[in-house]
């Protein structure tokens, strides 16, 4: 079983210390391919462990962070 990327992205990447990036700029620090990134994303998405901040970016591009406790609730 693969192990979620958000615990990679968290731990061995700025995705953690930064709060909040793309699914590009998430792909390229973990390594893995943007498709298979926006799945993930949006399963995590989905159950509350990362949040959609309001303003893209200006290439279009919505960025993600990791949800607070108050989040999960």
Do not use: C, N
């Not at 979620?4 to 909040?20: D, E, I, N, R, T």
């Not at 960025?63 to 406790?69: D, T």
Request: glycine fraction near 6%.
């Amino acid at each position: 079983m693969r192990q979620p990327v958000y615990v990679a992205a968290y731990h061995q990447s700025k995705f953690g210390k930064l709060m909040a990036m793309t699914v590009p700029e998430i792909a390229e620090a973990i390594g893995r391919p943007s498709d298979e990134v926006l799945f993930w994303v949006m399963g995590m998405r989905r159950y509350r462990r990362l949040v959609e901040l309001p303003e893209p970016t200006d290439e279009g591009y919505f960025r993600y962070a990791i949800a607070g406790p108050e989040a999960r609730a």
